[in-house]
């Protein structure tokens, strides 16, 4: 299984808007920082059709060492949340994508 890079989408980009392939990868970057920017700033980022990317708060916990078993206190941290739409999952499933909800993310 190959994975999909930034160089490639960018190659995609320009193979399939026609932009430069200077051009497509600056758009390529300028579209992936706004969302990190807007995640770094506690937004919510909704693509239609696709997924929301949401950050979430965890607390502070008390974890194991799986070799010794010794307690470990986790310090509380912010996590990325991936949500895919009804729509990405039913195309990743093969599925027709329902209807009314090709909005939702």
Not at 14 to 33: C, H, P, Q
């Amino acid at each position: 299984m190959n994975t999909v890079t930034r160089a490639h989408l960018a190659e995609t980009i320009y193979a399939e808007v026609g932009l430069s392939r200077k051009e497509s990868a600056e758009l390529l970057d300028y579209l992936l920082d706004r969302i990190t920017a807007e995640l770094e700033s506690g937004q919510s980022v909704k693509i239609s059709g696709f997924a929301t990317f949401s950050i979430r708060q965890k607390g502070c916990r008390v974890g194991r060492n799986p070799k010794t078993g010794e307690e470990v206190p986790i310090l509380p941290r912010r996590v990325l949340v991936f949500r895919p739409s009804h729509v990405l999952k039913a195309k990743i499933n093969g599925k027709p994508i329902p209807r009314g909800r090709d909005d939702d993310a």
